[in-house]
């Protein structure tokens, strides 16, 4: 069964901090690839996904991806992290059918 | 959010009594499910239905039933709540084949609180 990881539950940055949510998944066939944001109080969000080509994404809000094939990664970057970004984010994984395989979570706090 | 209605919102119950999460969706999407999102456990699959009358287990389905009697709806019912069932609780949608490609959407999740 297809697992997925996200090593850091908790992150905090103060504004303008780079960020990196690592993603680690299971499966070793094709797989695509999803990170959802749930802000405060809110639903789940698609932020970006992957599921041909360019190994790097770029989604909404100045948030990208890298798709990293060797080493099973999907980590989520931003270059200067506000604090209108702190939300709990989701790695998420689709390697057949219609399911999703979602990560523990990161909380990201950004400190103003 | 748009197309997905998850009502109540917010509950709470006591032990032992029976609880009935609806969600309501009007994008006449196939595939609905039911999430518990818990700290330290993220999203974890209860029961998806893939059309009426058409449902299955995900990893965490003891305690919990469901039923798609239409399209639009999607009822999950704790026969007997327990406080290890207090949880936030999401429903989903999508589409056969689009999952893969589109992820799926979200509801905006039911409170549940178990006493």
């Known amino acids: 069964a297809q697992s997925v990881s996200q090593h850091n539950h908790h992150v905090i940055l103060s504004e303008a901090a780079s960020l990196e949510l690592g993603c680690n998944y299971s499966y070793g066939g094709t797989v695509n690839l999803f990170w959802y944001v749930q802000y405060p109080g809110q639903h789940l969000q698609l932020l970006l996904k992957?599921?041909?080509?360019?190994?790097l994404v770029k989604g909404i809000k100045g948030f990208e991806a890298e798709f990293i094939k060797s080493k099973f990664s999907f980590n989520l970057r931003k270059p200067s992290v506000q604090w209108s970004d702190t939300a709990e984010y989701f790695c998420?994984?689709?390697?057949?059918?219609?399911?999703?395989?979602f990560g523990g979570g990161t909380r990201l706090m950004v400190k103003p | 959010d748009a197309g997905i209605t998850q009502s109540p919102r917010h509950k709470v119950t006591e032990t032992g009594t029976p609880v009935t999460l609806r969600c309501h969706q009007t994008e006449n999407h196939r595939y609905m499910y039911w999430y518990r999102q818990d700290p330290g456990h993220g999203l974890r699959l209860i029961h998806y239905s893939y059309g009426v009358k058409d449902t299955d287990k995900g990893e965490v389905s003891d305690g919990y039933s469901v039923s798609r009697s239409k399209t639009e709806d999607f009822l999950l019912t704790l026969e007997s709540a327990t406080s290890s069932q207090t949880s936030v609780y999401f429903c989903?949608?999508?589409?056969?084949?689009?999952?893969?490609?589109?992820?799926?959407?979200f509801g905006s999740g039911t409170r549940l609180t178990v006493v």
């Open positions: 998420a994984v689709n390697n057949a059918g219609n399911m999703l395989t």
């Open positions: 992957y599921f041909s080509g360019d190994p």
């Open positions: 989903a949608i999508s589409e056969p084949g689009t999952a893969a490609n589109y992820g799926y959407t």
